[in-house]
């Protein structure tokens, strides 16, 4: 059913031909059935019942405040009612002040109010009251949050760090060996709204965390030569390569079975030679074994020793 409005319209007579009649018809021009005594009152009628019951029956109760009203024992009659039903039902209460420094009426020092100053040129408070008698909110509806919002950080890591080192790790496992200057990261991170400032201080936070590596250039004050470590790749894979856990234990089993195992990171089509390359060098770090490296990107175990080969059982 079409939601027509009621307004009762809460005045003192004196304030017709200077406002209320003038208002009223606006009201009803955008679907709001505005109750005035002037339209709806004949002669004969009991001036108590009929405006009474009209504030029992209406959805909304606008008190037309002035000079003139705010002595009318009248119009403290109706603000009372209509104030009892808004505590009890509910009811919009709509406060409109058309007079300058007169004191308003109690019931509406608590309440948010209209004030019109010019009575010829009040559109966009007339705005106001319209979106309120509709419940229309001009309030922006809320965007999309930020890309970087739905991720789960890393322990050690903020958000901004965790997507950095999502996205550079999803680049460079696809693209082994290779560098990105900072505009280049920029790019891979533009649907998370990340400002460059942003950027680079998580970049110079993974390099302090020993997860990326980046080269100062002096034209440029940002990060530069960016690549993640073997330690970035290989936390990039444990957290987004569902198949870490398989490439570790193959990489594990073929240098405790082959002594002298051997990966190129150059022309190799092994989609996980990235991670394969980073255990090597990972495991050398940690003192299990000796790594030779030849500049046609080869990398080959030289010595692996006791400890070495211990530690390396226990990844199986």
Same mark, same amino acid.
């Given at each position: 059913?079409? =939601?027509?409005?009621?307004?009762?319209?809460?005045?003192?007579?004196?304030?017709?031909?200077?406002?209320?009649? +003038?208002?009223?018809?606006?009201? !009803?021009?955008?679907?709001?059935?505005? &109750?005035?005594?002037? &339209? %709806?009152?004949?002669?004969?009628?009991?001036?108590?019942?009929? #405006?009474? %019951?009209?504030?029992?029956?209406?959805?909304?109760?606008?008190?037309?405040?002035?000079?003139?009203? #705010?002595?009318?024992? &009248?119009?403290? @009659?109706?603000?009372?009612?209509?104030?009892?039903?808004?505590? *009890? @039902?509910?009811?919009?209460?709509?406060? /409109?002040?058309?007079?300058?420094?007169?004191?308003?009426?109690?019931?509406?020092?608590?309440?948010?109010?209209?004030? /019109?100053?010019?009575?010829?040129?009040?559109?966009?408070?007339?705005?106001?009251?319209?979106?309120?008698?509709?419940?229309?909110?001009?309030?922006?509806?809320?965007?999309?949050?930020?890309?970087?919002?739905?991720?789960?950080?890393?322990?050690?890591?903020?958000?901004?760090?965790?997507?950095?080192?999502?996205?550079?790790?999803?680049?460079?496992?696809?693209?082994?060996?290779?560098?990105?200057?900072?505009? +280049?990261?920029?790019?891979?991170?533009?649907?998370?709204?990340?400002?460059?400032?942003?950027?680079?201080?998580?970049?110079?936070?993974?390099?302090?965390?020993?997860?990326?590596?980046?080269?100062?250039?002096?034209?440029?004050?940002?990060?530069? !030569?960016?690549?993640?470590?073997?330690?970035?790749?290989?936390? =990039?894979?444990?957290?987004?390569?569902?198949?870490?856990?398989?490439?570790?234990?193959?990489?594990?089993?073929? /240098?405790?079975? $082959?002594?002298? =195992?051997?990966?190129?990171?150059? $022309? $190799?089509?092994?989609?996980?030679?990235?991670?394969?390359?980073?255990?090597?060098?990972?495991?050398?770090?940690?003192? =299990?074994? *000796?790594?030779?490296?030849?500049?046609?990107?080869? #990398?080959?175990?030289?010595?692996? $020793?006791?400890?070495?080969?211990?530690?390396?059982?226990?990844?199986?």
């Amino acid at each position: 059913m079409e =939601y027509k409005p009621k307004a009762f319209i809460s005045h003192d007579s004196r304030d017709n031909e200077r406002f209320v009649i +003038d208002f009223a018809k606006k009201l !009803r021009k955008k679907h709001v059935d505005a &109750w005035v005594d002037k &339209w %709806e009152l004949e002669p004969g009628d009991s001036l108590p019942k009929e #405006i009474f %019951e009209s504030i029992d029956e209406t959805d909304i109760f606008i008190s037309i405040i002035s000079k003139n009203s #705010i002595n009318s024992k &009248w119009v403290k @009659e109706e603000l009372e009612a209509g104030f009892i039903r808004k505590i *009890e @039902e509910g009811l919009k209460f709509i406060p /409109i002040i058309i007079d300058e420094n007169i004191k308003i009426f109690p019931h509406c020092k608590h309440v948010l109010q209209v004030r /019109i100053k010019d009575l010829d040129n009040y559109n966009d408070k007339f705005k106001i009251i319209i979106n309120t008698i509709f419940d229309i909110s001009e309030k922006p509806s809320l965007g999309k949050p930020p890309k970087y919002a739905f991720e789960n950080h890393i322990n050690g890591l903020n958000k901004t760090d965790t997507v950095i080192l999502k996205e550079l790790g999803n680049y460079l496992i696809n693209n082994p060996k290779s560098i990105l200057d900072f505009e +280049d990261v920029c790019e891979l991170l533009k649907d998370y709204d990340l400002s460059k400032n942003t950027i680079s201080e998580s970049l110079e936070c993974l390099a302090s965390m020993k997860l990326l590596s980046s080269k100062p250039v002096c034209s440029s004050p940002y990060p530069e !030569r960016n690549t993640l470590t073997y330690n970035g790749i290989i936390l =990039y894979g444990k957290h987004y390569e569902k198949n870490f856990d398989n490439i570790l234990k193959d990489v594990v089993s073929s /240098i405790l079975n $082959n002594s002298y =195992y051997e990966i190129s990171i150059i $022309n $190799n089509e092994d989609k996980y030679i990235g991670y394969k390359y980073a255990l090597l060098e990972f495991f050398e770090d940690k003192g =299990y074994l *000796e790594n030779y490296k030849t500049c046609d990107g080869t #990398i080959r175990v030289k010595k692996i $020793n006791g400890f070495g080969i211990r530690n390396l059982k226990s990844y199986l």
